[in-house]
């Protein structure tokens, strides 16, 4: 059995229901008065100030920012996705995912349709800054959806993306709601479908999200979603392939 911490490892009937459902949790990576002084930090800091790519100051800032870098390789993440891909981990992406008030909806998608990876296998982590609720628009999945690749058509008008999964290609009647507090996450498949609606509420909701893969998958570090110079994180075990760039930890 891999060696992880006891308190982050996973039982199989946790694995099991991962690999049937396509998500995990959630779990906790910090108590919700830790995620106050990482957000202050992140209010302050990161999302204020440009960063490695020039589109989005919310992209990538592992690169640059010590706390977001800490953030992307949280034990209490990266040792139960290591429980379900085994000891060798890349975080190959990173985003701030914010929802003020009004905030467009994301429809339903499956993210491996957005992503430049070949093969294309991910396990990713949705980390909430901001408590995640139904009324500021928390992310909804559909349990079991991972098990089929759907096809994708442009998005309606008014989405937050420019692409969706095609109408009447999947049946949404067992979506759930993944409410999140401060410092909690859950995992998820590439092919897991979900979505987020419109911030109706009167408060801003603000998550994290790492995209984790293996040294054996090429990442096109220099492909839109991701941008010239991209470096990657080698978070845990080693890399014997060679294929992708990374760096270390930022200077603080």
């Not at 694995?15 to 995620?35: K, W």
């Amino acid at each position: 059995m891999l060696e992880v911490a006891p308190e982050y490892q996973l039982s199989r009937d946790d694995v099991d229901f991962f690999v049937t459902q396509g998500y995990l949790g959630p779990f906790a990576a910090m108590s919700a008065a830790e995620m106050a002084q990482i957000r202050r930090g992140i209010d302050e800091t990161v999302l204020t100030a440009d960063g490695p790519n020039p589109r989005s100051r919310a992209q990538s800032r592992h690169m640059d920012q010590p706390l977001v870098y800490d953030l992307a390789t949280h034990p209490a993440i990266i040792e139960r996705i290591a429980c379900l891909l085994g000891p060798d981990l890349i975080v190959w992406a990173t985003n701030f995912w914010l929802k003020a008030p009004g905030g467009a909806e994301i429809p339903w998608h499956q993210d491996i349709n957005f992503w430049p990876l070949e093969p294309p296998l991910n396990t990713s982590a949705w980390i909430a800054i901001d408590a995640a609720t139904v009324e500021n628009s928390c992310v909804q999945i559909i349990p079991g959806s991972h098990r089929e690749s759907l096809p994708h058509s442009k998005a309606e008008a008014g989405m937050a993306f420019g692409k969706m999964a095609q109408p009447g290609s999947f049946d949404a009647a067992g979506a759930i709601d993944m409410e999140l507090q401060p410092g909690e996450f859950f995992i998820f498949s590439e092919r897991t479908l979900h979505r987020s609606s419109t911030n109706t509420s009167n408060k801003r909701r603000l998550g994290f999200s790492l995209r984790v893969t293996l040294p054996q998958v090429h990442v096109f570090q220099d492909r839109s979603p991701l941008h010239a110079g991209h470096t990657a994180i080698l978070a845990r075990g080693r890399d014997v392939m060679g294929f992708n760039r990374y760096a270390g930890r930022p200077a603080g």
